[in-house]
């Protein structure tokens, strides 16, 4: 998957999202603990992990995770579509089916969260590796010590 195609309107909606609630680009970097240009570069899609920074750039916005990363959000971002038991029903359509639009919000959120449990494994392995590679270094140098 093609993530930065694929998605482009996460950063859209980061960007609309930013300057409704009047942020600026360093207010953001600052709040991620990113430099300014690192920052620009996720905007502008130059970044392609950059899946890592979206709970906190939606709590830094104030929105939940569910608007920053939802397509129709483009269109208007303060009208969530909010689904719960009470009204599932007025949004189902005839046949008593889940609307499209629901289906495909929540298969880019899987999608998001699959792309980043991948990278969560990664590190974890990589840290792995690391560990193993520390316990090595420490048995060799106890080993010349003795």
């Known amino acids: 998957m093609d ?10 909606n980061i960007v609309k999202i930013r300057k409704l609630k009047n942020k ?3 207010e953001m970097a600052k709040a991620l603990g990113i430099a300014q240009g690192t920052y620009s570069k996720l905007e502008n899609g130059k970044i392609k992990d950059y899946y890592e920074y979206l709970p906190k750039i939606a709590q830094i916005l104030g929105v939940s995770f569910h608007e920053l990363v939802s397509p ?3 269109n ?10 009470n009204n599932l029903d007025s949004i189902s359509n005839s046949n008593n089916s889940v ?13 998001v969260l699959k792309e980043l449990n991948e990278n969560l494994k990664s590190e ?5 590796r690391k560990y193993e ?11 010349k010590n003795k």
């Open 3 to 12: 993530s930065t195609k694929s998605t482009d309107w996460i950063l859209e």
């Open 24 to 26: 600026q680009g360093p």
């Open 72 to 74: 129709n959000r483009l």
């Open 76 to 85: 208007d971002f303060k009208k969530p579509l909010e689904v719960n038991a």
């Open 99 to 111: 609307p499209e639009i629901v289906i495909q919000q929540f298969e880019v959120i899987i999608n």
């Open 124 to 128: 974890r392995d990589n840290y792995k």
């Open 133 to 143: 590679n520390c316990k090595v270094k420490l048995i060799l140098a106890e080993g």
